[in-house]
T-cell receptor, first 110, second 112 residues
Framework: TQLLEQSPQFLSIQEGENLTVYCNSSSVFSSLQWYRQEPGEGPVLLVTVVTGGEVKKLKRLTFQFGDARKDSSLHITAAQPGDTGLYLCAGGNRGNQFYFGTGTSLTVIP | DTGVSQNPRHKITKRGQNVTFRCDPISEHNRLYWYRQTLGQGPEFLTYFQNEAQLEKSRLLSDRFSAERPKGSFSTLEIQRTEQGDSAMYLC??????????FGSGTRLTVV
């Protein structure tokens, strides 16, 4: 059961454009993570957010955790071809597993 | 630190055969996880170890699946009597405490 819905599922943009990816759930999470995955490889952790309303920046990537800790967004400024990949959000509780979203497949065209 | 290592990277097997995958986590990580990922989906949780103890198992882990982590080091995931529906990428991840995962590159299983 996927508890996290990501939108859009697919996104194809030109280099230099901005984009936002959304991760929504009806469940409250104690923490939320974003990963990036390339074909044939495992996901790579980008960021962890734990406080409602928290905003973290990683170069051109801005991550926000919703006030109610049910949703999150990832904003990329001036996208580059190297940003191409599958972006996954994952929500965790005080238990021992993270629930992953279905992913957003991003293609940045040079 | 060589990261999380998974072997083999690819496995093709005939339906009904048994397969075993190995995961070597980051040495100082006490937690180890197995996930399964099919095309177009995010990873789905299978099982979790803290040191050598298997503390949680998903209902996705049928009785044909078994995982071990002897001595709290490497882990193996065995699938008996493979079915075509078992075809997927099997991902191993490790963490220290409840922090973010470090994933391996996965084992791609194809059941023909």
């Amino acid at each position: 059961t996927q508890l996290l819905e990501q939108s859009p599922q697919f996104l194809s943009i030109q280099e230099g454009e901005n984009l936002t990816v959304y991760c929504n759930s009806s469940s409250v999470f104690s923490s939320l993570q974003w990963y990036r995955q390339e074909p044939g490889e495992g996901p790579v952790l980008l960021v962890t957010v734990v406080t409602g309303g928290e905003v973290k920046k990683l170069k051109r990537l801005t991550f926000q955790f919703g006030d109610a800790r049910k949703d999150s967004s990832l904003h990329i400024t001036a996208a580059q071809p190297g940003d191409t990949g599958l972006y996954l959000c994952a929500g965790g509780n005080r238990g021992n597993q993270f629930y992953f979203g279905t992913g957003t497949s991003l293609t940045v065209i040079p | 630190d060589t990261g999380v290592s998974q072997n083999p990277r690819h496995k093709i097997t005939k339906r009904g055969q048994n397969v075993t995958f190995r995961c070597d986590p980051i040495s100082e990580h006490n937690r180890l996880y197995w996930y399964r990922q099919t095309l177009g989906q995010g990873p789905e949780f299978l099982t979790y170890f803290q040191n050598e103890a298997q503390l949680e198992k998903s209902r996705l882990l049928s009785d044909r699946f078994s995982a071990e982590r002897p001595k709290g080091s490497f882990s193996t995931l065995e699938i008996q009597r493979t079915e075509q529906g078992d075809s997927a990428m099997y991902l191993c991840a490790s963490s220290r405490g409840a922090g973010g995962y470090t994933f391996g590159s996965g084992t791609r299983l194809t059941v023909v």
